[in-house]
């Protein structure tokens, strides 16, 4: 099991332009170079990194190449103030990095607000996603969540570190189901335990825009859709699973019990299994 320090070793950066803006995109890149299947692509949600994905990528990544990218201002991509960091903003980070990296088509697996980059580029890049795992995403009118709405209070940025550090500790463990690893929990609150990153927390947060999930026209979806959801999950709830269902063409209800929030976590080895199962299904 790689910790967070080793995994930001791996990671390779380039720069893509968002919004006119020059932004420094880190990513975890691992498989095989050369494959006959598309890449897949791992996002992340909010307060995570890429880390995130740390039990999951070398699973797929035995047969699959993995990308798995900071989101702009999160993890070890660009954190300077100044940037829009929304899902539309994420939007436009996904599709000029895989544009920066040759790629054409993937697979997209996503997580919390990175279900909601997901969902908007498969909506709107209907020819380049193969297939869509979404798992605890926001979706509709889901979100935020008074966690994440709190973390966006002006007065969030005035903290001292040990209070952040404290919310963010509470975060993770009462997301999780049953005892959360102290190494996922470290691994994911590092980012954000520097000046910088204390700040462009609070950004990130205040970022969030139910309008970027509610505008989405669901049935534009084309790709085949596993619903890889903790089914114990009080904040991207089940029912919007559910909802998701119904509104996307080729859509499979995937529910994992014993797991809330951070279902890659909870159930590594079950979710590994069932993801690789489902990527597995598009080489039959």
């Known amino acids: 099991m790689v910790d967070h320090e080793t995994w930001s070793e791996e990671q390779a950066s380039t720069t893509v332009s968002v919004d006119g803006h020059d932004l420094e ?22 307060p995570t990194w890429s880390f995130l994905w740390r039990d999951i990528v070398p699973a797929v990544a035995e047969d699959r190449r993995t990308i798995a990218p900071d989101m702009v201002g999160y993890g070890n991509s660009a954190m300077r103030d100044g940037f829009d960091r929304s899902i539309r903003a994420q939007e436009e980070m996904l599709a ?42 926001v979706c509709y009118d889901s979100w935020p969540v008074e966690f994440v709405s709190n973390l966006g209070l002006p007065s969030t940025a005035d903290l001292e570190r040990e209070e952040l550090e404290g919310r963010l500790d509470a975060a993770f463990v009462e997301g999780a189901y049953g005892e ?32 970027h999930t509610t505008e989405i026209d669901y049935g534009a979806i084309t790709a085949e859709t596993l619903l890889l959801w903790g089914e114990d999950d009080v904040m991207q709830p089940y029912g919007y699973a559910e909802r998701l269902a119904g509104d996307i063409a080729d859509a499979e209800l995937a529910p994992l019990s014993d797991a809330y929030h951070w279902v890659p976590e909870d159930r590594s080895d079950a979710y590994a299994d069932r993801l690789r199962e489902f990527l597995g299904e598009a080489q039959a």
Do not use: C
């Open 25 to 46: 995109v880190a990513y975890h890149n691992d498989g095989p170079a050369q494959s006959d299947e598309p890449p897949v692509v791992f996002v992340h949600g909010i």
């Open 96 to 137: 000029a990095l895989l544009d920066d990296l040759d790629v054409e088509e993937i697979a997209l697996v996503a997580h919390d607000i990175g279900g909601g980059v997901a969902l908007r580029f498969a909506a709107h890049n209907p020819e380049m996603v193969d297939q869509l795992v979404l798992s605890n995403a």
């Open 180 to 211: 959360a690893d102290p190494e996922f929990v470290d691994g994911m609150k590092a980012p954000w335990l520097t000046d910088e990153g204390h700040l462009s927390l609070v950004r990130n947060a205040v970022s969030t825009n139910t309008n």
